[in-house]
């Protein structure tokens, strides 16, 4: 699978070097964690055939069952502070829809902040995790995790009728490894833009995020809030309009967002 991988990436690519492919473990993200505080460099990519413990946004699960998705991380060290990285996973999510659009011919949507989805059900999701300081980053943890070859009976019960896969939307077979590559590809050229190009990067993020517009509900501190969701900020917060008309600022750290009749 590496050497299928590989073979599909630019020699130009540098971080083809510090590739590392894992037939089973509990998590990419995990792992990757692990490697930066050992010392891992920019650039690490982990990339599983299987993971027992897969993590979502939230405290969630992800369910990545053994060749049927791609699960994979990868270890960024930004020179900047945390504050200059608040866009990071909207930058990621533009990434992960164009990789997806070049591998596999359609262009999935953004459901805020982190989901990927096509006609309203979730196709796979990004898990961004930060070291820092008040002033320095040590390492960010990219984490993509894409469902591929299930059938809707391949999901587990709880996730079924929200859940998709690219072979259930195409109806062809997934090449795995170059959709892995084009993941790998299109990750790699973010990371060249993320801290020059922020405002063209948000830009279409709000281009590919369907909650804009949208009703919604989202669970604050367990109460739940109603609103339209009319803008996203420069740093990725919701800005939402509320049952009052007064405009709120919803970061992603602490809210589930839904649509007010189900997933979207
Ligand atoms: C979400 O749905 O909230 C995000 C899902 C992110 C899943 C990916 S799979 C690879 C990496 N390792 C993990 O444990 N999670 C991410």
Redesign the pocket.
Known sequence: MKKEILSYLPEQCQWREHLHWYESIS????LAKKMANEGAPHGTVLI?GH?T??????G?S?S?PAGMGV???VILRPECGPEKLMHLTCACAVAMCNAVENALAFRPSVKWI??LVYEKK?L????TELSASSEKTDYAIV???INCRQTQQDFPAEIRDIATSSEMITGKPCDLAFLCASMICALWQMDQTLLCKKEEMMNLYRKDCITLGQPIKFLQDTHVQYGTAVDIDADGALIVSDQNGILRTVSSGEVSVRGMYGYI
Not at 124 to 127: A, R
């Open positions: 998590s990419t993200n995990d599983a993971q413990g897969g993590r979502g946004r939230l969630r992800f990545s699960y994979l991380s982190n989901d979730k796979g999701g990004i898990l984490g993509i995790g």
